[in-house]
């Protein structure tokens, strides 16, 4: 789920299914984050139903796209109405989104978060399983780390761009020079080149901003021995 940039958006049609492509965040808590226009016919279904499914497809580097692994998700979208609700997702969402800061503020958008019911994973041939909510949703507080999110990304960027392109390289197999930091939440780091996204999770947890910084330099610790390998 935090790995996907755009998903698949079903909605209710005046009870007929209606499917679009919409782009996608997610909290820290990993519920996800939609920037959806009141223009959008989406969002009008959202109107009188709320019930939405996403589809957050990995499939893209398999031959056989049957083969990987995808999540169909179900649940309710609400609109974003606390401020600061508002402000973390579109800090979040723009960073992921950087086209979206030109729009983000007009008074015809607004952010959604989507409340997870469960899930459906198909991770391959023969491994499905339906997920429940908790597990599909971090269950510790990110509030800690979500605060001091922005200085950490913007620091990682600033002072530590040869870090970035170590965890790129050598622990994501991603080529390419101008890998940035979009993102650190309790379950991993986002990266993103040229209008691609790479993700790179935690060993464990992290729920503080110190414990982002052990996190982050172990992991620089990490790829940098696989450098030498």
């Known amino acids: 789920m935090r790995s996907r940039d755009h998903v698949a958006l079903a909605t209710s049609l005046a009870g007929r299914p209606y499917v679009s492509l919409v782009a996608s965040a997610c909290e820290p808590d990993a519920r996800p984050l939609l920037l959806l226009s009141d223009l959008a016919q989406h969002t009008q279904n959202l109107d009188a139903d709320p019930q939405v499914s996403l589809l957050f497809d990995g499939t893209g580097d398999y ?11 179900l649940g309710r979208a609400e609109r974003v109405e606390d401020p600061s609700g508002a ?3 579109a800090a979040r969402f723009a960073a992921r989104h950087p086209a979206s800061a030109g729009y983000a503020g007009f008074a015809d958008f607004h952010f959604y978060r989507v ?35 922005a200085a950490i990304v913007a620091h990682m960027n600033a002072d ?25 939440d309790p379950e991993g780091l986002d990266l993103h080149r040229n209008g691609k996204t790479a993700r790179l999770d935690f060993a464990a947890p992290v729920l503080t901003p110190a414990a982002a910084r052990r996190a982050l330099v172990a992991l620089t610790q990490e790829a940098r021995r696989a450098a030498t390998r």
């Open 63 to 73: 031959p056989d796209r049957l083969a990987g692994p995808r999540l169909t998700l």
């Open 87 to 89: 402000s973390l997702g």
């Open 115 to 149: 409340a997870i019911e469960c899930g459906h994973l198909v991770a391959g041939f023969g491994r499905i399983a339906w997920i429940a909510a908790e597990h599909l949703r971090f269950q510790g507080d990110p509030s800690a780390l979500a605060e001091a999110e």
């Open 160 to 184: 530590h761009a040869d870090a970035i392109a170590l965890y790129a390289e050598r622990l994501l197999g991603q080529k390419g020079a101008g890998w940035r930091m979009t993102g650190i």
